[in-house]
T-cell receptor, first 114, second 115 residues
């Protein structure tokens, strides 16, 4: 079946450090890939997405590249801030039409210390 | 504009009771999803509606769970004979559909505790 495996957390970094959160997937066909973020006390929101191989999604200084050869979609940010503290979820969908469920990883809790 | 809303925000019920959880999607969104998130886990898909019909209910864990969306807008997730294992945050999301794909917008969730 389809699945997403995320780097285990929690992750604690100092402000301005480089961030990588690993995500790999297993899927039939060619999925769309997503990173969702859940800030403390808030609902899940889309951070970035990529819908085909070699696409790079980016938002708020975060980037992730869809790598079909390694079935990966690692999340990176060059210089994290305290406000990036949140839980990050990698997810996939088998449709590019918005008419298909999301399959999520278990989430990675990120804490940034000043 | 208004986002996805869910009521109640918290629900505590006794084992064996019946509960209903409500979701109000973003106006005009044709697709509506229910997910369940247990502590320390990612959301797990339960059911997806396109308009009034359930297009995919493969995630419903058993026949105690049922969901409706009679007018293609508000949806209700119904759980009969609740069990302690049903305790989780129930999330609703809505989206447009069409070529190019559309973002799923999530509500704040209903935290269900079965005692």
């Amino acid at each position: 079946g389809n699945s997403v495996t995320q780097m285990e957390g929690p992750v604690t970094l100092s402000e301005e450090a480089f961030l990588t959160i690993n995500c790999t997937y297993t899927a039939t066909g060619y999925p769309s890939l997503f990173w969702y973020v859940q800030y403390p006390g808030e609902g899940l929101q889309l951070l970035l997405k990529a819908t085909k191989a070699d696409d790079k999604g980016s938002n708020k200084g975060f980037e992730a590249t869809y790598r079909k050869e390694t079935t990966s979609f690692h999340l990176e940010k060059g210089s994290v801030q305290v406000s990036d503290s949140a839980v990050y979820f990698c997810a996939l969908s088998l449709s590019n039409f918005g008419n298909e469920k999301l399959t999520f990883g278990t989430g990675t809790r990120l804490t940034i210390i000043p | 504009g208004a986002g996805v809303s869910q009521t109640p925000s918290n629900k505590v019920t006794e084992k064996g009771k019946y509960v209903e959880l409500r979701c109000d999607p973003i106006s005009g969104h044709t697709a509506l999803y229910w997910y369940r998130q247990s502590l320390g886990q990612g959301p797990e898909f339960l059911i997806y509606f396109q308009g009034t019909g359930a297009a995919d209910d493969s995630g419903l864990p058993n026949d105690r769970f049922f969901a409706v969306r009679p007018e293609g807008s508000v949806s209700t997730l119904k759980i009969q004979r609740t069990e302690r294992g049903d305790s989780a945050v129930y999330l609703c999301a809505s989206s447009l559909t069409g070529q190019g794909g559309y973002e799923q917008y999530f509500g704040p969730g209903t935290r269900l505790t079965v005692t």
